[in-house]
């Protein structure tokens, strides 16, 4: 039985079969199920380990580890597999029921083993989705937004984390042997020594084991992310969005075909960025392909349907001919939108002001600042004291007045001199562009401004332990062949995320502004075709 082209569709648009070849796809049989909304898929208890796909509507993936308390994995929608986990060696209980009128796409157990048998590559990205989904349940990404669905995460593959055991290793080992020669012969500074190794070695080895369990390669219908933290030190976030990339390639040697994994190289237009040592590369590089042209499918859905619209609702309407709406004008006033937040004497890090997204550096900036002029002011006011507890001889002299009030005045007009150029750094996201105004307190003002839709990625760079523990780090957006960066500001991952989430409303705006010019150009056609065939305009019928 050949699958039907509708039912190729949704293969099409599923991961673990890309690189396989049509002929072999249209030789799966599936069974078509139909689903009301809140019915069970399937359950923890389910025998059969079939496979499906979701054709229509949605399906909401549960973990049912604890009755009393379903907490969800995932939701899988159009294209999406449902019920890979139970090919996983220790399947979680999972359940899965409809959100929703839905229609699933059964693949048999049997089919699916035999398949598999042929074509290895299938069962190992579905490995790799069910324990990608797996590792999510237990993880929270603070910085995904609503709607957001992690399709593949994973760390580097656990024969780096041996690699970077085996110096540890070393040590205790040497330590331990040693300490004993130490205590053998009472030898105080063997044993002083065969102490100190063990500690060591036990210490690095934790270090290694949680810098390897913190650090991730995500992907995202929306994005792919590099997470890398040092704890306590260093804390990065490289991401690019999918629309992005332009290619995708695995590059392996041979320890790591035989071990699977390799590097996913991804080249963007703002260079390269590589995922080292990813377990399942080949998976990993066909997730990322996939969802890409299944952004691209989607973005040609909604034009034909737009442009079917349009022609429906002239066939069905009378009067003139709708005239293409104009697209929202563009606030090209880079000098307006960079004046938003100057002159606004507060100490906030972050603030919004007629749609413009204003960040500061952080106060811990300010405070390393203001420090030096602060520490004058409290010596003179200590100075003053002593002179008034009689404690300074001097302090009778006509000149002491006078030059501590000169000394006081001058501190605090640098102290003012420092607040008024930290509150004049601003970083802004605008609307339509990214603002980075520099202003001197009666001096110069420099302006540096890019345009949304030059950005090609953005990266999260926090640094030092200070920078960790009071949450601030730089935030550098890639435009063109330059770089864009907020310093020290306060959050950087919600600044990346403000960066994000004003791309994606931009495009959206000119994609609507697109699809509606395209629908009054079809509208315009339509209506200069029925005057040249009919004579008029078509109307309202009867």
Sequence with gaps: MRAMQPDLDVLLLAPCFAGIEIADLERISLRRAEFA??????????????VLFVAEGAVEILDASRRDNLRRVTQAGRGDVVGEHRWLRDAPPWAARADGPAVLLRWPEAEAAAFFEAHPETRQALEFLGSS????????????????????????????????????????????????????GASVSAVAVGSALPALGLALAVWNALDWRNDYYIITDRRVVWLEKVIGLYDNRQESPLKMILSVAVNSGWVGRQLGFGDVELRTYTGAITFENTPHP???????????????RTALEADRETIQQALEARLTSGGA???????????????????????????????????????????????QRLAPPTLVLFGLAALVAAALSGALGYASSASFGPLVGASAVAAALWWLYEYADWANDLYQITPTHIVSVHKKPLGRESRKVAPLENILGTQVDRRGPIGVLLNFGDVVANVGASTFVFEGVLNPSAAQQDIVRSQE???????????????????EWLAAYHERTHGAAPGPTS
């Design 505 to 523: 409303a931009l495009v959206d705006r000119r994609l609507e502004a697109e699809r509606q010019r395209r629908q009054g150009e079809m509208v």
């Design 37 to 50: 909304p809140g019915e069970w898929v399937f359950t923890p208890h389910t025998p059969s380990r079939d």
């Design 133 to 184: 989904r797996r590792m999510a349940l237990g993880r929270a990404f603070p910085w995904l937004v609503v709607g957001e669905t992690v399709h593949g995460l994973a760390r580097r593959h656990p024969a780096l984390l041996l690699r970077a055991l085996l110096l540890p290793c070393v040590l205790i080992t040497t330590g331990l042997g040693v300490l004993a020669i130490g205590a053998l």
């Design 321 to 367: 001919p709708t005239r293409p709406m104009a697209p929202p004008p563009r606030r090209d006033d880079e000098r307006t939108q960079a004046q938003t937040g100057l002159d606004r004497w507060s100490f906030e890090a972050r603030f919004e002001e007629s749609g413009v997204i204003t960040y500061r550096k952080h106060l811990a900036v300010l405070f």
């Design 282 to 296: 080949q998976a990993f590089a066909a997730t990322i392909e996939t969802l890409g042209r299944r952004l691209q």
